[in-house]
């Protein structure tokens, strides 16, 4: 009787040491479980922090304004403009004008403010047409400041403007008007022009295009 009973504690207190043991092992592995998953966690959010975004578009950042006039307000005052002089009133003169646009409004100021808006326009007109012209500078500047051209152009420099004049401010207008082509000039595609009262030799090699006060204009 005390043999069988010794044997069944033995027996009992087997199956508490297994059911401890398993209960030991499964917490162990819930403990290990539950810090992977902790980890991953952690992992994933450092893994959404650390990863940079790509945009697929592209990024476009808009650049400072020009200082000159909208082209849509341009088109509609010229659609709307009966004439050259009332156009030239419409075109706004307030803003800083870029360094190319002064080279253009400074040409027509020193060669031809005194001449009517025809003969300032033809004037820019030139500049612009030997811009576009590969036997000139591809510039405004590069045009007007080009050696031996324009006589008021001094050891390379402009002279001074009177920039509060409305000589000026007309100059100004002209300038956008033919930067923008806005009003059709009488000179047309005209490269070349003099004052009616000389004569280069150059001239008899030219095709006269229009005279406009004291300028001809030639191709």
């Not at 162990?28 to 922090?49: G, R, S």
């Not at 156009?87 to 190319?100: F, H, M, Q």
């Not at 400074?106 to 060669?111: I, L």
Request: proline fraction near 4%; glycine fraction near 6%; aromatic fraction near 8%.
């Amino acid at each position: 009787m005390i043999r069988k009973t010794t044997g069944f504690t033995a027996i009992i207190a087997a199956i508490t040491l297994t059911i401890l043991a398993g209960a030991e092992g499964s917490g162990a592995n819930a403990q290990v479980a539950a810090h992977a998953t902790d980890q991953n966690a952690t992992e994933a959010q450092l893994t959404e922090e650390v990863v940079p975004v790509f945009v697929e578009k592209a990024v476009v950042q808009e650049l400072p304004g020009d200082a000159e006039l909208p082209a849509e307000d341009s088109t509609d005052s010229a659609s709307s403009a009966s004439s050259l002089r009332e156009l030239v009133s419409t075109i706004p003169t307030a803003g800083r004008l870029s360094d190319e646009l002064h080279c253009l409004a400074g040409a027509v100021y020193f060669e031809a403010r005194g001449e009517p808006l025809e003969g300032q326009l033809a004037v820019a007109q030139v500049i612009v047409n030997r811009a576009e012209d590969r036997r000139f500078p591809s510039s405004y500047c590069g045009v007007v400041y080009q050696r031996s051209q324009f006589s008021f152009v001094k050891g390379g420099r402009m002279p001074k403007v009177r920039t509060g004049s409305a000589a000026w401010k007309r100059a100004e207008a002209i300038a956008r008007i033919a930067h923008r082509g806005l009003w059709d000039s009488k000179a047309g595609d005209a490269l070349f022009f003099h004052a009616n009262y000389v004569r280069p030799r150059w001239s008899h090699r030219k095709v006269a295009l229009a005279t406009i006060d004291t300028h001809v204009f030639y191709r």
